[in-house]
């Protein structure tokens, strides 16, 4: 018998959470059906019995074992054999440590899908929800497979992300150095090198001054009032309407708004197609793909369009309420809807949206790179004349 978190309300909409001692989720599902409670979301407790890793597996690690094992189911070797030779094969410790107890847990007669469940930090849901289609559907390889492919283009959505933060990222950083090196090494020596002349220094070349002045003798209170404004921020993102209010700001932003829209879209996309492909529930699988868009708001809507599903409406309605996933996105599920074809209609908007990342990203890119060079340029450049104007107004004064 296992420990088993549940998050679960009652008709009323009152929330409860806590642990139940049971052997599977059926039997959870069942002690909070005798308690009148409606389960929104059900997880292995963590245990000793559990193991918790301190790091992830790689993504590229995952992949590889999920091709590998599915080439294995498909070549009929028996799924205790296939664990034992994946764990020889895989060079990932927190992997290959996960297996060992996955094939433990299977020889003690648990199932694949529940042996998984029990390394979160491994297996994510979206991971085990296929797994546990594919394994009752008799089609465990094809399931196997789809997360390996899932997998491999959400990781191609996320690098194009970060590939389209690191130049900027880089620049900016290298700016702030070069502002604060020169404010605190460069400025005093020309300073020095003014009052020993006598020089009367114009208004520019005293504001900078001043300002390396007020940096040098209050360091240390700005580094603590930076700390403790990136602390209060992140206190107050880490709490639910603090994250909201944030993410939903950051849909609004122009340019870089319109990029995290279309990835959260695909990634939500490209999650429910392969659940659905793969056989999963659609409230099961509007549940996991819900929380991979990145976006809480996103999320919101789609945990709406959820309830929808589970009250006998569609998707499509729902999602076009929320206006917060393009018009675009419940055409195309209303289309599926009535052809039956969801699952390929999801997997139509994940291959457009994924489409317009990539051109966003490379024109974010292209606008960026012109734009911080002017800017760097001129904030640097200035520093540098408001400098060397004390020296130009002295060449001037003795010129003819």
Do not use: C
């Not at 702030?176 to 009367?200: D, H, K, N, R």
């Not at 040098?216 to 880490?238: E, M, P, Q, S």
């Not at 024109?363 to 904030?379: F, I, Q, S, T």
Request: aromatic share 6%; proline share 5%; net charge positive.
């Amino acid at each position: 018998m296992n420990g088993w978190l549940f998050k679960a309300h009652t008709p009323q909409g009152k929330v409860h959470q806590g642990v139940i001692q049971a052997t599977s989720i059926a039997e959870v599902e069942r002690t909070l059906a005798r308690q009148k409670l409606i389960p929104d979301r059900i997880r292995p407790a963590p245990t000793d019995r559990s193991f918790q890793l301190r790091r992830k597996p790689s993504r590229r690690a995952m992949v590889q074992f999920a091709r590998q094992f599915a080439t294995l189911i498909s070549a009929a070797v028996p799924l205790v054999l296939s664990l034992e030779i994946l764990q020889g094969l895989s060079d990932d410790t927190p992997l290959r440590r996960a297996l060992e107890k996955v094939t433990g847990d299977i020889q003690a007669g648990s199932t694949l899908a529940d042996a998984l469940r029990r390394h979160p930090k491994v297996f994510s849901d979206i991971f085990v929800a296929m797994v546990d289609a594919g394994e009752q559907g008799g089609s465990l390889d094809v399931a196997l497979l789809r997360v390996a492919e899932y997998m491999e283009r959400a990781q191609e959505v996320n690098e194009r992300m970060r590939g389209a933060m690191i130049y900027p990222t880089v620049i900016v950083l290298v700016a702030i150095g070069a502002v604060v090196a020169l404010l605190t090494f460069v400025v005093p020596t020309f300073q020095s090198m003014f009052e020993s002349s006598g020089m009367a220094l114009p208004y520019p070349t005293l504001v900078l001054v001043d300002t390396s002045h007020f940096i040098a003798r209050n360091i240390r209170y700005i580094v603590v009032a930076t700390l403790f404004l990136v602390l209060v921020l992140k206190g107050l993102y880490d709490t639910r309407v603090g994250k909201r209010v944030a993410h939903r700001m950051a849909l609004h932003l122009p340019v870089m708004g319109s990029l995290i829209r279309k990835s959260s879209v695909a990634r939500f996309s490209r999650t429910i197609a392969s659940l659905l492909g793969s056989g999963v529930s659609i409230l099961e699988a509007l549940e996991a793909a819900s929380r991979t868009t990145g976006n809480v708001v996103i999320e919101r809507a789609v945990m709406q369009a959820r309830d929808g599903v589970e009250q006998g409406m569609g998707i499509s309605g729902p999602l076009s309420v929320s206006r917060v996933l393009p018009p675009l996105v419940s055409r195309m599920v209303n289309v599926g809807e009535q052809t039956g074809r969801l699952d390929e209609m999801f997997a139509k908007v994940a291959d457009f949206y994924e489409h317009e990342v990539d051109a966003a990203v490379e024109g974010l890119l292209k606008a960026l790179e012109p734009a911080l060079v002017v800017v760097v340029g001129v904030v640097l450049g200035g520093m540098v004349v408001a400098m060397y104007l004390p020296i130009f107004d002295a060449v001037g004064t003795v010129g003819p």
